[in-house]
């Protein structure tokens, strides 16, 4: 899930973000706002969460090209304007012990199972569970158990979200139709089951570190039947995500903050690291290495920065490449951001690269006959805080991706429509409750 605290997140909002550097700003992890629940069970519940309601203008490469799945594309009409709206149900438990250890759990309930409907159903009305993980914390730390972000994704800095709906880390990517290529940002690496240590912060330092067996969420675990996050074996006979998955994923973190003579200073550094399940014919796939650097400053309302990530994965933290296709680029991306608040007041503008192999599933033969993929996107936009509980937004994101060899109308191999264009217009409302 992309994770970005903004004026109107609630109660898991303020409980997950309270570690993110730019993403959070004084946030108490275990005091969330909402209207208190009696619990039997000695602890405060609290029930929170958001409602937006956007208009969106939505221009959108290759929509209706294609028919069938695989390589091609199903084809159907989109309109460029709708309505759209979302809602998150957010609960925290928070409890304390007599000896100081605090402990509680999170759970985030949504109605965007839409994006993940399976045997061509969407529902636009259903709930389905985000994260949901639990938590003990004291003056050791705090260690988190469950669906949630990695510790990168918690603890980094440079990321400026805080305008509008998020940037390019915001929700621009719902009004994109699966049926064209989206612009890859390295602001998510999933909600796979993990465990999650985050220390005290020490003269502005803290450090963290997280561990997780497979991408899979949820109850299910290694290779459970239908289980699609099965961490031992993989056919090659599908160069894409079927190859695609990572194991024993390891990341740690280290993250300064402080401030002179007003600016406030941000710094985190991180390692990303994981192994590649085993391929069935004894080919294999490289594991991912990827060191990521992010910087921060704020003064005056202003707020800047950027993040940098290089080494060897693929989009979305994917396994970087078959050995047995012979494509040895490296994995590159950047992001770069400032925003100004004044009163109630946030503008704010990001762009963002992401260099990678690209689409090694058109690659056949051990052959590499597709060039390196480059996603560009920048977003400009801004919000007004009405009231509490109430803001105004106002975005419009822009992006191209850009592939030599590949046919981004049919999902395969050519010489025609080597790229992708896409702009998102989004204006509404976001309600806290």
């Given at each position: 899930m992309r994770k970005i605290l903004l004026g109107t997140t609630a109660?898991?909002?303020?409980?997950?973000?309270?570690?993110?550097?730019?993403?959070?700003?004084?946030?108490?992890?275990?005091?969330?706002?909402?209207?208190?629940?009696?619990?039997?069970?000695?602890?405060?519940?609290?029930?929170?969460?958001f409602f937006r309601f956007y208009y969106s203008n939505t221009d959108q490469d290759y929509l209706n090209n294609g028919t069938g799945t695989g390589a091609g594309r199903t084809g159907f009409n989109q309109g460029k304007s709708d309505f759209q709206e979302e809602t998150e149900i957010h609960i925290v438990a928070n409890g304390k012990a007599a000896n100081g250890l605090r402990y509680g759990v999170a759970v985030?309930?949504?109605?965007?199972?839409v994006r993940q409907a399976t045997s061509g159903t969407n529902s636009k009305t259903s709930l389905d569970l985000d994260e949901v993980w639990g938590y003990v914390a004291g003056s050791f730390g705090q260690l988190r158990m469950g669906d949630?972000?990695?510790?990168?994704?918690?603890?980094?800095?440079?990321?400026i979200a805080n305008f509008a709906t998020g940037g390019l880390d915001g929700d621009f990517y719902d009004s994109l139709s699966g049926n064209s290529p989206a612009l890859s940002q390295p602001s998510d690496a999933g909600d796979n089951t993990?465990?999650?240590?985050?220390?005290?912060?020490?003269?502005?330092?803290?450090?963290?570190?997280?561990f997780a067996f497979n991408t899979g969420e949820g109850p299910l675990s290694g290779c459970t039947t239908g289980n699609a996050s099965c961490d031992r074996l993989a056919s090659i006979e599908t160069f894409g995500s079927s190859t695609a998955r990572r194991r024993n994923e390891v990341v740690a973190a280290l993250r300064y903050r402080g401030s002179f003579a007003g600016v406030g200073l941000g710094a985190s550094a991180a390692y990303i690291g994981a192994d590649a399940v085993k391929n069935t014919n004894g080919?294999?796939?490289?594991?991912?290495?990827?060191?990521?650097?992010?910087?921060?400053?704020?003064?005056?309302?202003?707020?800047?920065?950027g993040q940098y990530l290089f080494g060897d994965a693929g989009l979305g933290f994917a396994t970087p490449r078959l050995k047995l296709v012979n494509d040895d680029r490296r994995y590159e991306a950047f992001n770069?951001?400032?925003?100004?608040?004044?009163?109630?007041?946030?503008?704010?503008a990001q762009y963002g690269e992401t260099r990678s192999a690209?689409?090694?599933?058109?690659?056949?033969?051990?052959?590499?006959?597709?060039?390196?993929?480059?996603?560009?996107?920048?977003?400009?936009?801004?919000?007004?805080?009405?009231?509490?509980?109430?803001?105004?937004?106002?975005?419009?994101?822009?992006?191209?991706i850009e592939e030599a060899g590949v046919n981004f109308a049919t999902g395969g191999r050519g010489t025609a429509n080597n790229s992708v264009d896409g702009q998102v217009f989004l204006t509404g409302f976001r309600f806290a409750f």
């Open positions: 109660v898991v909002g303020a409980v997950v973000m309270a570690s993110t550097g730019a993403m959070a700003q004084g946030a108490d992890p275990f005091r969330a706002a909402g209207p208190a629940m009696t619990s039997h069970r000695d602890l405060e519940v609290r029930l929170g969460g985030e309930i949504q109605n965007d199972s949630e972000d990695n510790v990168w994704g918690l603890m980094s800095v440079g990321q993990k465990i999650i240590y985050m220390s005290p912060q020490f003269a502005g330092f803290d450090f963290g570190a997280s080919f294999g796939v490289d594991r991912i290495n990827v060191g990521a650097l992010g910087l921060q400053l704020s003064a005056y309302g202003f707020l800047v920065g770069v951001g400032a925003s100004y608040t004044l009163g109630q007041i946030t503008v704010g690209g689409a090694q599933s058109v690659n056949t033969a051990g052959l590499a006959n597709t060039g390196g993929r480059t996603d560009k996107g920048l977003s400009v936009g801004g919000t007004y805080r009405i009231s509490p509980g109430i803001e105004y937004i106002a975005e419009y994101t822009t992006y191209k």
